[in-house]
């Protein structure tokens, strides 16, 4: 399986960490973010990962900026994309399983490398449940595609 990865400057030690992670454990790990503490802009690789996603090239996508709210927001704008924010293993889990989330994002500044590996390894190993929730999700991508306006 192909996981795309992407930070800002905020999160280049943990993107590597969690990068090493998923290889030792068999994945291949595409890196689309920043390598440097320079400071830079992370909605582009909010962008770049969701795109990666949505185009197929990975499979899901991981995003870590500073508290992983700008990345995910970002990610979110990209059509296809269901990127969640998670600093607990059970959200995690619960977002695939119910909501089908493609991207996973956390925050550098906000949990430590053991809870990130925790929250990576609930949200890989589990499985969307479909039923119900698929018609709910159908319902969410379908807001999308109406392209609503204020
Ligand atoms: C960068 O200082 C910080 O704003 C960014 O990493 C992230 O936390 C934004 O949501």
Redesign the pocket.
Known sequence: MKIAIGN????VDMKNEISEYLKEKGYEVINYGTDTNE?CH?PIYGEKVGVAVTSGEADLGILI???????S?AANKVEGVRAVVCSEPYTARLSRQHNNTNILAF???VIGIEMAKMIVDEWLGAEFMGGKHATRVEMMMDIEKRKIHG
């Open positions: 800002d400057h905020a999160a400071s992370y900026c500073g508290t992983g709210v700008g990345i927001l925050g550098a500044r």
